[in-house]
């Protein structure tokens, strides 16, 4: 029970926001009228803690197509089970690295998303002897709903599949991915 409290908190504490600007294709516009800045802020605390901050900017190549890169660091602590060797460790381990993304607003509600991710991750190595320190890629498909609820705000579902999920080295417990948030 206490582990499910514990994903409901990082669920609904985490901000997944992605600015809904908009420009007039018709007017000269500048530079940074296309720009828009958002990203991910997620905690947890107790016996596994983690500490996500993933920000983002995008270039808004359209009104329904934009690009932009991110950088993201994790912290996170707390207990492993290693498969290879049934033991059970702690650690604690500061993950970091970078991302390209790619958004196309299908609808004003509904939108397509791509991204690229990899990520400097500690894992057990095969024998389970010692941590091992790899860039991890990861690359997402899917798409998400966003209601606006007032000027910029909204609210955000965003489902992700990895192709790329490694079980042994990726930071994700899965190659599903949901994120969810509000944005400002």
């Known amino acids: 029970m206490k582990k499910l409290v514990q994903v409901l908190l990082l669920f609904l504490l985490s901000s997944y926001c992605f600015g809904q600007k908009q420009f007039d294709p018709e007017a000269e516009s500048k530079f940074f009228d296309r720009v828009y800045f958002g990203g991910t802020f997620s905690f947890q605390f107790g016996d596994f803690t983690a500490i996500v901050i993933s920000p983002v900017a995008g270039y808004m190549v359209t009104n329904r197509f934009s690009v932009g890169p991110g950088i993201t660091y994790q912290y996170l602590k707390g207990e492993a089970f290693d498969f290879n060797t049934g033991r059970v460790y702690n650690y604690n381990s500061n993950i970091y690295g970078f991302s390209a993304f790619a958004r196309y607003n299908i609808t004003p509600m509904f939108f397509a998303y791509t991204e690229y991710e990899s990520l400097k991750v500690d894992f ?38 990895n192709l790329l999920h490694d079980d042994r080295k990726s930071p994700y417990n899965s190659n599903l991915i949901i994120r969810a948030g509000i944005t400002l």
């Open 124 to 161: 057990p190595s095969f024998d389970g002897s010692e941590l091992v320190r790899e860039w991890v890629p990861g690359y997402f498909i899917g798409g998400g709903v966003f209601q606006p609820i007032g000027g910029r705000a909204g609210l955000g579902l965003t489902v992700l599949l």
